[in-house]
C-alpha cells in the first residue's frame, strides 16, 4: 500500500537563535490561543518571536514578548501586537514545565510557530538552560568543523 503523503508544516515564526543561545533539554507542542486577525497575521508569516519566552501565571503558561503585526484588512478588530498569549497543555505537562522553571532555574523559550496539517496553529516550546560564553564558542567551534568535515569529504568523494 502505498502510505499518505504528510503535508510539510508551513512554519509562520522560527527563533534560530534559540538553540544557539540555550542549551535545550525537552521539547513540547503546545496549542496557543489566538483571535482571527493574528491568525491572519500568521499566515503572512510576519510573526517575531527572537525575544519571547513563556511565563506561569495561575497555574497557567502564558506566551510573552511574542510580536505578531496587526493585520492591516482588519481595521477596528485589530489585536494589541506584543499581548500574552495563553498557551494550550495538558494540566501534567504545564505542571512539569513550571516544576522545572522552580527547581532548576530553567526558561521556556518557544522555538517556532506553525501551522500543522489540520491548519491549527501551534507552538514548539522548549525547555532550556542558558549556555555561558564558553559553551557558545564551544558550539560555533564543532559547527565549523561539521562544515569543514564536510568539505573534504564532498572534495575527496
Known amino acids: 500500500m502505498a502510505e499518505k503523503d504528510a503535508k510539510p508544516r508551513r512554519i509562520a515564526a522560527e527563533n534560530r537563535k534559540a538553540r544557539f543561545e ?3 533539554a525537552d521539547t513540547v507542542e ?4 489566538l483571535q482571527g486577525s493574528e491568525v491572519k497575521s500568521l499566515r503572512a508569516g510576519r510573526a517575531t518571536i527572537g525575544e519571547s519566552y513563556a511565563a506561569e501565571k495561575n497555574g497557567e503558561l502564558f506566551l510573552v514578548n ?3 503585526p496587526e493585520y492591516l484588512e482588519a481595521h ?3 489585536h494589541e501586537t506584543k499581548r500574552p498569549r495563553k498557551l494550550l497543555l495538558h494540566r501534567r505537562q504545564a505542571d512539569k514545565l513550571i516544576a522545572a522553571v522552580q527547581r532548576e532555574g ?3 523559550v518557544p522555538l517556532k510557530i506553525y501551522f500543522n496539517d489540520r ?4 507552538v514548539e516550546i522548549a525547555l532550556a538552560k542558558g549556555k555561558n560564553t564558553a559553551d557558545k564558542r564551544e558550539t560555533a ?3 565549523d568543523w561539521d562544515r569543514e568535515k564536510s ?3 564532498r572534495d575527496k568523494g
Open 141 to 143: 567551534k564543532k559547527r
Open 30 to 33: 503546545a496549542g496557543i490561543a
Open 151 to 153: 568539505r573534504l569529504l
Open 106 to 108: 530553567m526558561t521556556i
Open 66 to 68: 511574542a510580536y505578531i
Open 76 to 78: 477596528q478588530f485589530n
Open 22 to 24: 540555550y542549551a535545550i
Open 119 to 122: 491548519g491549527r496553529a501551534k
